[in-house]
């Protein structure tokens, strides 16, 4: 599609990358800051996630020499319910050059593609404007919003909870992906 593929993560490969992106300074657009203070550390905190947390963690890198630029995992995984949460993140130097879009219908497609999924969610601080409005652009679609939900730089800001249906992701990104 883009020169990306999404390749399940292997720990002694892609720690080293996955501890620089997931402790960078800017996580806090995405989640709450992970107290590690060493890269053991923060290995050990990532394998209790990968057993108890996240169902799906990927890779997303370059096609064309395997360079890790960010990566896309799940929580909150329901069948019953059918239904889970997304992440995706992509490393500073990527951000606004599109290819981002694509990590992510990627991601998305496998999910839908593997099992029997009838949504995909995903929570957006509002002091995250850019995911935000790409989001949206996306296809989400928001469902509410948890207000004044964390606290960060001096002021309280909401929890956009947004959703893409499994009809709508396809009626989107169908003719962009190839079979």
């Known amino acids: 599609m883009t020169g990306l593929v999404l390749r399940k993560v292997v720990l002694h490969r892609d720690l080293k990358d996955l501890y620089r992106m997931m402790m960078n300074d800017d996580q806090h ?27 799906d963690f990927f890779i997303i890198a370059t096609e064309k020499n395997d360079q890790a630029i960010g990566y896309a995992h799940n929580y909150d995984f329901s069948l019953q319910n059918g239904h889970c949460k997304v992440v995706e993140y992509l490393s500073p130097e990527y951000r606004d050059s599109g290819i981002g879009g694509f990590g992510g219908i990627l991601f998305m497609d496998h999910l839908f593609q593997t099992y029997p999924l009838r949504k995909l969610y995903t929570a957006v601080y509002s002091y995250n404007e850019r995911s935000l409005t790409n989001n949206q652009k996306a296809g989400f679609v928001e469902e509410g919003a948890l207000e004044q939900y964390r606290y960060y730089d001096g002021t309280y800001h909401s929890l956009h909870i947004l959703s893409i249906s499994r009809q709508d992701f396809y009626q989107s990104f169908g003719g962009v992906l190839k079979r």
């Open 29 to 55: 657009l995405f989640s709450v800051k992970i107290t590690a203070n060493s890269e053991q550390q923060f290995n050990d905190w990532l394998c209790e996630r990968l057993k108890y947390d996240f169902h």
